[in-house]
């Protein structure tokens, strides 16, 4: 059964302004999702026809006696499989050229000598939101060679998300898992990959029970709570987490690592400002310069990403950057140099010289101002009495504007219950 | 969702700041559905309820409640989300008040702070049926 259904909508136009009565068309559904596309002319994608082939350990194809379009006869020497390919013709089976799609270890011995990949491939990273960051950063990080992924996101591709999103046209409607597990084994065929596409505030036993033998987890979700709620995951587990997000247009955006024991995204937010300390000690280096704005509890929430694919995929970068670092510390990859140089909690980055960047100075000779496309490293102290990760809580209990109410006159009232 | 640690330190706030024990009690603590019931008492000695939602604190902003329905300066139910009176949709007959905005919400944000605002909140509602204006013109968007 059908549960979602798209309908080209350019066909029906086409259909319309013609003069046919009748036409077969194609209807494509991923198998088993429920999510069908419906258009009038073949897609012109990969898996658009079945075949059947028959794999054979018969010495020679003229002893075999089915109808199969392909035969891959396999026969093994000195323990090497070796396979021959035969595709029906009208004169009966002819022998075919082929080439293989690579084995495991051929497909991470491209990437041999940079990073640890036989390492990498035994390495679970969950991500949890599946937009434009989480996208991009699952591919990425299956580019690189990690083998296990779980995924949570509970959204379906839609058409609002498509400009900045990994996946296409051809997958609205598809659960974000479903797509991104395809994107995974695309550039990873041998990995791992658990799906949930559920809202993780309200599933969290799920995050913490994945989480218990995960290596790392990306936070690429659109709202603090969820932020909140990774992050008490990770300080009870005592793992790293990478959190990213654009603000608002993604005229900029920031990166933020936990490492268990220091600062949490609570302590983040809760600094309002970053310390003007803090980034005096950055800025010798870089110039003079305050710290943005954006940082301060109004903006913290600004979350809102309408900016371009190309805004983001500078912080996307990033995320994964430090995230491979987390995942080869210690080991020795031709990344481990990035260890004393990705030693901040939180990066800034600017795309463009607006709102709160609008007084950075232009990139161009800029000698040692702040300006737009160039990150910047924070440290954010940790705060002692953080509702998220401390032992001893101290939590807000001040008056608003002065005012603290009266409560002792309250011993007569009966309380409705 | 509230959890016994954050529960303790939140009573123990309440108790700091002498509130008598007949003018609260939380509810449902360590089930799926956990709120807390208050008691205020505004400048003119009227007595509201609040039901503070903790099914999703304190990462999220809680869900605050007056326990009925309260009717505007023209005599219309406060049901739905209105900026200059700072409600949001009603539930259960009740209305709701809009207490903190997203962006100044912290997990540090405690209980008694929360109702310090909703003191505010009733304060701005009677001189609104008072006066006519807008609660909008006495409550500062301050946090
Ligand atoms: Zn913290």
Same mark, same amino acid.
């Given at each position: ?14 259909? @319309? ?104 491939? %035994?390495? %679970? ?5 599946? &937009? ?55 550039? +990873? ?8 596409? !559920? +809202? ?8 913490? %029970? ?16 969820? $932020?909140?709620?990774?992050?008490? @995951?990770?300080? $009870? ?17 920031? !990166? ?7 600062? =949490? ?17 950055? #800025?010798?280096?870089?110039?003079? &310069? $305050? ?5 301060? @509890?109004?903006? *913290? ?34 990344? +481990? ?19 709160? /960047? ?35 809580? #101290?939590?807000?209990?001040? &008056? ?18 | ?5 954050? /529960? ?6 309440? =108790? ?6 007949? @003018?609260? $009690? ?21 007595? /509201? ?5 903790? %099914? ?47 962006? *100044? ?17 009733? #304060? ?20």
């Amino acid at each position: 059964m059908a549960d979602i259904i798209y309908i080209n909508h350019q066909d029906v136009i086409n259909f @319309a302004a013609s003069t046919v009565e009748e036409l077969d068309a194609y209807a494509y559904e991923w198998e088993g999702e429920g999510v069908v596309h419906i258009h009038l002319h073949p897609l012109k994608h990969s898996f658009g026809d079945l075949s059947k082939v028959s794999f054979s350990r018969a010495s020679s194809v003229s002893t075999y006696e089915g109808d199969s379009r392909f035969v891959v006869l396999v026969a093994t020497k000195e323990n090497i499989a070796s396979a021959t390919l035969f595709e029906r013709t009208s004169d009966g089976y002819s022998e075919k050229d082929y080439v293989y799609i690579p084995s495991q270890e051929d497909l991470y011995s491209r990437n041999e000598g940079l990073l640890e990949l036989d390492i990498l491939s %035994k390495k %679970k990273v969950i991500i949890v939101g599946l &937009g434009s960051f989480g996208s991009q950063i699952a591919i990425e990080l299956a580019k690189a060679g990690v083998g296990v992924f779980s995924l949570f996101d509970f959204d379906r591709v839609e058409l609002h998300n498509l400009s900045r999103h990994t996946c296409n046209a051809n997958e609205l409607g598809r659960l974000k898992t479903d797509a991104i597990e395809d994107a995974i084994l695309g550039k +990873n065929p041998y990995a791992t990959v658990k799906k949930y596409p !559920v +809202n993780i505030n309200e599933h969290l036993y799920l995050l913490e %029970k994945e989480l218990k033998n995960a290596d790392l987890m990306i936070c690429a979700t659109d709202n603090n709570a969820s $932020r909140y709620n990774i992050s008490k @995951a990770l300080v $009870r587990h005592k793992k790293i987490g990478i959190f990213g997000r654009a603000i608002t247009r993604a005229e900029g955006g920031d !990166v933020f690592r936990y490492r268990p024991g220091g600062p =949490c995204y609570g302590c983040l937010i809760g600094a309002d400002f970053l310390p003007p300390e803090e980034i005096t000690n950055v #800025e010798s280096a870089r110039g003079d &310069g $305050r710290i943005p704005a954006y940082v301060s @509890a109004e903006d *913290a929430n600004a979350i809102v990403q309408v900016g371009l694919s190309s805004d983001i995929q500078p912080i996307c970068n990033l995320m994964v950057k430090i995230s491979l670092l987390e995942l080869s510390r210690g080991l020795n990859s031709g990344i +481990n140099s990035l260890e004393d140089d990705l030693v901040y909690d939180c990066y800034i980055w600017a795309n463009r010289r607006e709102k709160n /960047y609008k007084e950075w100075h232009p990139f161009f000779q800029a000698g040692k101002n702040r300006t737009v496309i160039r990150w910047y490293g924070v440290n954010v102290p940790r705060n002692e009495g953080c509702a998220i990760c401390s032992h001893n809580v #101290e939590l807000d209990v001040s &008056g608003v504007g002065g005012f603290k109410p009266q409560v002792d006159d309250l011993g007569d009232v009966t309380l409705e219950l | 969702m509230i959890d016994q640690q954050r /529960y303790q330190l939140e009573k123990g706030v309440l =108790c700091q700041e002498h509130f008598p024990e007949n @003018a609260y $009690r939380f509810v449902g603590i360590g089930t799926p559905e956990p709120y807390l019931r208050i008691a205020a008492k505004s400048n003119s000695g009227k007595v /509201y309820t609040l039901h503070i939602d903790l %099914k999703e604190f304190p990462e999220q902003i809680p869900e605050v409640y007056i326990t009925k329905m309260l009717k505007d300066y023209h005599g219309n139910n406060m049901d739905h989300p209105s900026a200059s009176l700072h409600t949001l949709s009603s539930k259960n007959g009740w209305t709701r008040i809009c207490h903190y905005g997203t962006n *100044a919400w912290t997990p540090m944000v405690s209980l008694y702070r929360i109702y310090v605002k909703c003191r505010l909140w009733i #304060e701005a509602y009677e001189a609104h049926l008072a006066t006519g204006n807008n609660l909008d013109y006495y409550l500062i968007h301050a946090h």
